[in-house]
């Protein structure tokens, strides 16, 4: 390609919308454009960068039994009614009417969709097992898109379905799958971890989700030094850690705590340390038959509640915290809630740690009024006793008890047990050699294509520009002739860029009339892995500059020997992703 025909706007100015690296390099580099809010358009050079992702995992996915299809976008309600997310998905869910008033919705994820072919069309436990898989736009109306291509609206997705006869077939498929996108993730240039999580609107119980490590990245990753375990801080269990077990129980005692709202506050005035302090949180939630509640949430007063457990625990459609006119309405004073004679009806959900804190503080219900010296069992006691704290760095390992720590990440991949989750309530069976009928054990597998592209220039870039790894660069190599006016420069140029095209090289020619220090700018921008600079040093003494962009590497060649060098340095890059 010649760069004065390539269509790639590149920008001088970081757009003001564009928070994270990813995004502004994406719009400075001229990869995308946005069309509205989380919905873009991926301009060539964006387009050949995914194109290459989507070849590494087509071939990843083939390799581990997959066979691609392509669903449609456009789903009927009934399948969704039938499998009970038409209700339950939400907001997120993009409901659209035909021109008959006829509900559809614009596919999030297709489980429905695969398991009503699959429940169709196979029968004997001799078809299976079945991967089929699709790389496909989906739809999810977030309540924030941002990022760029991070969290979109509409955006590309890699969705493979596992049907097997049992759980030992199920197996099977999830450690093929986990096999494969360990080796997509590493073949386009991350540094990734898979860590367990929770499995979410999808449902199902096993999940591991794949996490680029980034400072920018939405998931918080808890693991361990010592033992090889990591997991989301949204599943990672707690394990919970008594205070003040070694005392009697004291009587409980009325103190005033004037204009003493938060934990903080609190501490300080009555000079109690957080940990000997019971937080209450007030949580509207809606269940999954529509009715509202306005309930208790009680958690150590050092930690934080994580709402994925809270709503795990509920079973629950939704929740958010309560407002204060709610609050007041289950007769409390927003900021002194506690559940010690909590209006009757009002259901309390403590953490696992309440009923192991001796003599602790909480809230008095009315304005400016604490108790101290309150015990679980004996004050007030709890509906549902859980874990619904949120572990932090420092926490204790679940499986080692060492201090965990934690890091941010991407979360580009993510699999999932399905067991018979929409097997049992779309009636998708086999029937096996004895005759008898079960239902299909299924998985899926989920890949965010844009969002891998994203994760990738996250960690792969430095001031001057995007610096891509050869195996998914939207080109290899770039050549470029810094004096335009040079007819023999230019033509040297020319013979070197035929030849390499003539070698299957993916290379630019910067055909362009502008300064060498605007080529050199765009270069690195643009993030070609290799530059072949041709300039006076050509014209004097036959020699041409190859340059890496990672390293700056520069490395002084006789032009001869400038398509063969360039030809290898491009083997030699890309075996590093093989
Ligand atoms: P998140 O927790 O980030 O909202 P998710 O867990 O809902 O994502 P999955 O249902 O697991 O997402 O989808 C599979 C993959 O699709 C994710 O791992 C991610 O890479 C990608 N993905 C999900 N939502 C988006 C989005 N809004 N924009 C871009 N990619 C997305
Ligand atoms: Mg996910």
Request: charged share 30%; hydrophobic share 35%.
């Amino acid at each position: 390609m010649r760069m004065s025909e390539i269509y790639a706007p590149t920008l001088r100015e970081t757009p003001s919308e564009a928070e994270i690296i990813s995004h502004q390099l994406m719009m400075k580099a001229g990869l995308i454009r946005k069309v509205a809010a989380g919905i873009y358009t991926y301009l060539p050079l964006g387009w050949r960068s995914m194109k290459k992702i989507m070849q590494i995992i087509r071939e990843e996915m083939d390799a581990a039994g997959g066979q691609e299809l392509f669903m449609p976008t456009v789903h009927p309600a009934e399948l969704w009614l039938e499998s009970g997310r038409w209700q339950i998905y939400g907001a997120e869910l993009w409901r659209v009417k035909d021109r008959h008033e006829r509900d559809f919705c614009l596919a999030p994820t297709h489980e429905e969709v695969i398991t009503n072919h699959l429940r169709n069309d196979i029968r004997s436990y001799k078809q299976l097992p079945q991967r089929p898989y699709q790389i496909q736009t989906k739809f999810r109306d977030e309540r924030r898109p941002r990022f760029g291509l991070m969290r979109g609206r509409e955006f590309i997705m890699k969705d493979l379905y596992s049907f097997d006869r049992d759980e030992a077939g199920l197996e099977v498929s999830y450690q093929l799958m986990h096999r494969a996108y360990s080796n997509i993730f590493r073949r386009c240039g991350l540094t990734f971890r898979p860590v367990e999580a929770d499995s979410g609107a999808i449902g199902g119980k096993g999940s591991h989700e794949f996490m680029a490590l980034a400072g920018s990245g939405e998931s918080e990753i808890v693991y361990c030094h010592n033992c090889d375990y990591a997991a989301s801080d949204e599943i990672a269990p707690l394990v919970p850690h008594g205070t003040g077990r070694d005392e009697e129980l004291r009587t409980r005692r009325e103190v005033e705590t004037p204009d003493c709202k938060t934990v903080e506050d609190v501490a300080r005035y009555l000079g109690v340390a957080s940990n000997r302090m019971l937080k209450s949180m007030c949580y509207w939630v809606l269940h999954k038959d529509e009715s509202e509640e306005i309930l208790l949430a009680l958690i150590r007063g050092d930690r934080q509640i994580n709402e994925i457990k809270l709503k795990n625990t509920l079973d629950c459609l939704e929740l958010r915290f309560a407002t204060e006119e709610e609050v007041r309405g289950i007769g409390m004073e927003p900021g002194y809630c506690g559940p010690v004679e909590l209006k009757k009806g009002i259901r309390i959900v403590a953490d696992a740690e309440a009923p192991l804190m001796v003599n602790h503080e909480c809230g008095g219900g009315r304005k400016d009024f604490h108790y101290l010296d309150v015990n679980f069992g004996r004050d007030y006691t709890a509906d549902i006793v859980a874990d619904i704290a949120l572990v932090e760095k420092g926490c204790p390992c679940p499986l080692c008890g060492q201090p965990l720590d934690s890091t941010r990440g991407i979360e580009v991949g993510q699999i999932f047990k399905l067991h018979t989750k929409y097997s049992s309530v779309l009636g998708a069976r086999f029937v096996d050699e004895q005759g008898l009928e079960h239902d299909m054990v299924m998985g899926c597998y989920g890949i965010g294509v844009g969002r891998t592209m994203g994760a990738v220039i996250e960690q792969h870039h430095d001031e001057n520009g995007v610096v891509w790894p050869i195996s998914v660069a939207p080109y290899q190599v770039c050549v470029v002739p810094v004096n335009d006016k040079d007819q023999s420069l230019m033509l040297k140029a020319e013979q070197i860029y035929q030849a390499l095209l003539k070698r299957h090289i993916e290379v630019v020619l910067d055909d362009r009339h502008e300064r060498p220090g605007v080529k050199f700018n765009d270069a690195d921008l643009l993030g070609f892995p290799i530059r072949l600079t041709l300039g006076k040093k050509t014209s004097e003494y036959g020699l041409v500059e190859l340059r890496l962009r990672e390293s700056g590497e520069v490395r002084e060649l006789p032009i001869d020997e400038a398509v063969d060098s360039v030809y290898a340095m491009v083997q030699e890059l890309m075996a590093q992703y093989e």
